[in-house]
T-cell receptor, first 113, second 112 residues
Framework: DTEVTQTPKHLVMGMTNKKSLKCEQH?????MYWYKQKAKKPPELMFV???????INESVPSRFSPECPNSSLLNLHLHALQPEDSALYLC????????????FGPGTRLTVT | ELKVEQNPLFLSMQEGKNYTIYCNYS?????LYWYRQDPGKSLESLFV?????AVKQEGRLMASLDTKARLSTLHITAAVHDLSATYFC????????????FGKGTRLSVIA
C-alpha cells in the first residue's frame, strides 16, 4: 500500500459548523503533514507531526486543530472557519520528518459559506 | 530564510519542442524535489535529488541538481500535451526538522 487517503473529497460548511478532515496512510511513515493550498499557489505548510507528536505549527489560527491519534491517522478539526479558509487541504506523509520524500493524498476541497 | 524561485512561472510551448524550467534557491541544501500537479488534483512526486550532480530521467523529463550553483533544472524533451500541468520544485534545508519550501510553480501548457 503506497498511498495516502483523505476523506471527505469535498466539504461545504458554514461558519458556525464543526467538521473534521481525515487522513490515513499504511506505509509505516512516522511523519505526517497538513498543507493548505489556494488556487494557483504552492502548498503552504500548516502542521507537522513526527512520531505522533506535534513538531511544527506554522502559526495556524486556533480554529484549525490537528490531532494524530496513532501513527497511521491524522485529523484536522475545523471550527468557526472563515470564507477565506476555503482551499484544497492536502495531507502528506514521509518515512521520517527530514531527508525523506513526502507522499501527498488527493486532498479535501473545502468551501466555507 | 530559505527562498525558492522558479522561472518561468508560465510556459506555453509547442508539441515536439524542448524547454527547461529553472529552480534557484538561496541557502545551502542538497535535497530538492520536483512535483507535478494537474488542475484540481494533488501533488505527484516526480524526482528526488539528493546530492550535487544528481541527474534523474523519466520519460520526457530530466531533472538535475547543482548544489554549488543552488540550481535545479527540469528539462522537457519533445513536449506532448499530456505534460501540461503545474510543476513545483521544493527544497529542504540541510539542517533538520525544517519544512519543505516550495517554489511558486511553473504552469506549463503544451499546445499542438
Amino acid at each position: 500500500d503506497t498511498e495516502v487517503t483523505q476523506t471527505p473529497k469535498h466539504l461545504v460548511m458554514g461558519m458556525t459548523n464543526k467538521k473534521s478532515l481525515k487522513c490515513e496512510q499504511h506505509m509505516g511513515h512516522r511523519a505526517m503533514y497538513w498543507y493548505k493550498q489556494k488556487a494557483k499557489k504552492p502548498p503552504e505548510l500548516m502542521f507537522v507531526y513526527s512520531y505522533e507528536k506535534l513538531s511544527i505549527n506554522e502559526s495556524v489560527p486556533s480554529r484549525f486543530s490537528p490531532e494524530c491519534p496513532n501513527s497511521s491517522l491524522l485529523n484536522l478539526h475545523l471550527h468557526a472557519l472563515q470564507p477565506e479558509d476555503s482551499a484544497l487541504y492536502l495531507c502528506a506523509s514521509s518515512r521520517r520528518q527530514t531527508y525523506y520524500e513526502q507522499y501527498f493524498g488527493p486532498g479535501t476541497r473545502l468551501t466555507v459559506t | 530564510e530559505l527562498k525558492v524561485e522558479q522561472n518561468p512561472l508560465f510556459l506555453s510551448m509547442q508539441e515536439g519542442k524542448n524547454y527547461t524550467i529553472y529552480c534557484n534557491y538561496s541557502t545551502t541544501s542538497d535535497r530538492l524535489y520536483w512535483y507535478r500537479q494537474d488542475p484540481g488534483k494533488s501533488l505527484e512526486s516526480l524526482f528526488v535529488l539528493l546530492s550535487n550532480g544528481a541527474v534523474k530521467q523519466e520519460g520526457r523529463l530530466m531533472a538535475s541538481l547543482d548544489t554549488k550553483a543552488r540550481l535545479s533544472t527540469l528539462h522537457i524533451t519533445a513536449a506532448v500535451h499530456d505534460l501540461s500541468a503545474t510543476y513545483f520544485c521544493a527544497v529542504e534545508l540541510n539542517s533538520g526538522n525544517t519544512p519543505l519550501v516550495f517554489g511558486k510553480g511553473t504552469r506549463l501548457s503544451v499546445i499542438a
